[in-house]
């Protein structure tokens, strides 16, 4: 009888339920949307509820469509968006606001508050990330600060806070584990990445009491059981917890210093695996978990880009330049460049190395010949310029080499974005076959739990084909046109 795996893979636009057989093959996905929330211009929310019921859809859908039953699912992986954070009644199992998103600036006035006061190097230090509200931190404080009643909850004992992996572990198991794992704590600004726990200095600054948050694991560690209500008949282990720019680089098997992914989804996150000590990184990166297992843990360098994927979908949603993205290689590639044009896709301000959240999006250096196919290659460069921009720090005065840098992610499906990326890195890029790298991820974390896989190295062996793309642009070329991009950049910052 064949044997399964079930991994929740939770992003910013969907729920994914995917199955994996125990040789790490996918066998079948499904995938529903979920509802995207703009209350204010910088804002942005998700519906905890809506995403948790999609679950439930998802694991039907992925069912029915693949005629596998849930009797033979071993047990349930999780894998999920970041630093987006919900805050529920731990008595009635409902939110108390809509899930404040990675890409919501609604803490910025608190970040500038707590620089303001001289605590840029604490955080640094402690957590090895900048003051931003992109990590979660400032999004559970505004929450506390301004849903009526929710501070007094809080004081009391009432309330919980997790990422979207917490929230669905909560609920699947019915209120009987708050529980996170170290990748997902760890880009929440609350976390110490020197002791591997919550820090209550950080929690106390921003005012958020310690009683709130999960207890933290390590991936390889059974969190819990589900029946996922009622969808299987005996309740099933969920474990193989990760965030999901982790679980890719875990599915990508960077198991060693010198090996980097990059993760093209709605934003991009980079990362440089930089072994078992958690190194002070360049300016502009951060340093992370990579991934936490009993018995190893590895940092990374990372850096995050907020738009990337989102940026194919402006173009195709908004502008109507595209029906769909697989249009944007052809067009691209029908022109010999993009005639000067520079598109900053900044809707949200610019991540790293940047981190500038008033910066705005700007197309420069139209004429009157720029064409729908020029502002489409202008895009898709767009998003290698900004892998190069992370590479070249994670790679200068670091002493750390990059040895291959292993992509996934629709976009690249995309051969003139990975030709472009490798010209602009210099680099052999290793493109895998595998599209759902961080439910893959979190699926053989699961297996280590469980105990189908000893260690990372008998992982190794389960690995697909690899597709190796190599530069070849001329270097002073490729320095003409990284040096226009920064140039747009500077534009889109001012």
């Known amino acids: 009888m064949n044997k399964y795996f079930l991994s929740i893979d939770q992003s910013t636009s969907a729920t994914k339920a995917v199955l994996f057989n125990t040789g790490a093959r996918l066998v079948a996905r499904a995938n529903v949307d979920h ?18 019921e999609n679950t439930f859809k998802a694991i039907r859908l992925v069912f029915e469509e693949s005629g596998i039953v849930a009797g033979d699912v071993l047990g349930i992986a999780i894998t999920n968006q970041r630093e987006t954070v919900v805050v529920w009644d731990k008595h009635t199992g409902k939110p108390v606001y809509n899930a404040v998103v990675w890409q919501c600036n609604r803490g910025a006035a608190k970040c500038d508050e707590l620089k303001q006061r001289g605590f840029e190097s604490t955080f640094r230090e402690k957590t090895g990330l900048v003051i ?38 909560w609920k699947l198991t019915e209120g009987q ?24 200095e950080l929690l106390q600054l921003l005012n958020i009491p310690e009683k709130m948050a999960p207890a933290i694991k390590y991936s390889d560690e059974i969190f819990g059981y589900t029946s996922a209500g009622g969808i299987f008949a005996k309740p099933v282990p969920i474990a193989g917890v990760l965030g999901d720019s982790h679980g890719a680089l875990f ?24 072994g078992n000590k958690p190194y002070k990184s360049p300016g502009g990166l951060v340093t992370s978990v990579g991934y936490a297992l009993k018995n190893e ?64 999006a700007l197309i420069c250096g139209m004429t009157r010949g720029t064409s729908r196919a020029h502002v489409v290659r ?50 052999t890029i290793n493109r895998s076959n595998i599209e759902e790298a961080s439910a893959l991820g979190v699926m ?5 739990a469980l105990g189908i896989y000893k260690n990372p190295e008998e992982i190794t062996q389960l690995r697909s084909n690899n597709d190796f793309i190599s530069g070849n642009m001329p270097s002073d070329k490729v320095t003409a046109l990284y040096d226009g991009w920064k140039e747009a950049v500077k534009r889109a910052k001012n």
């Open 35 to 52: 509802g995207q929330y703009y209350p204010q211009p910088g804002w942005v929310e998700h519906d905890p509820v809506e995403i948790y």
């Open 132 to 169: 931003d509200p992109y990590f979660s931190a400032t999004g559970i404080a505004w929450i506390l600060d301004n849903v009526s009643g929710a501070r007094e909850k809080a004081s009391r004992g009432d309330l919980l806070f997790g990422t979207i992996d917490s929230w669905l572990i």
């Open 177 to 200: 584990v708050h529980a996170t794992d170290h990748s997902n704590a760890c880009r929440t600004m609350l976390y110490n990445i020197n002791s591997l726990s919550w820090d209550l």
């Open 251 to 274: 599915g990508q098997n960077c198991f060693s210093p010198g090996m980097g992914k990059a993760t093209y989804g709605t934003g991009s996150s980079i990362m440089m695996n930089i």
């Open 297 to 360: 843990v590895s940092y990374v360098f990372e850096g995050n880009i907020h738009c990337t994927g989102a940026t194919i979908k402006w173009l195709q949603d908004d502008l109507k330049l595209i029906d769909n993205p697989g249009e944007t290689e052809t067009l691209a590639e029908s022109v010999p460049d993009t005639g000067g044009v520079y598109f900053v896709p900044a809707f949200t301000g610019l991540g790293a190395p940047y981190w500038d959240n008033t910066a705005r």
């Open 378 to 427: 202008a895009a898709l460069e767009a998003i290698a310029y900004q892998v190069k921009d992370l590479i070249e720090l994670m790679t200068s005065g670091t002493g750390i080499k990059l040895k291959e840098l292993r992509v996934d992610g629709g976009p690249v499906r995309n051969k003139f974005l990975m030709q472009f990326q490798a010209d602009m890195l210099n680099a």
């Open 444 to 448: 053989l974390a699961c297996g280590l």
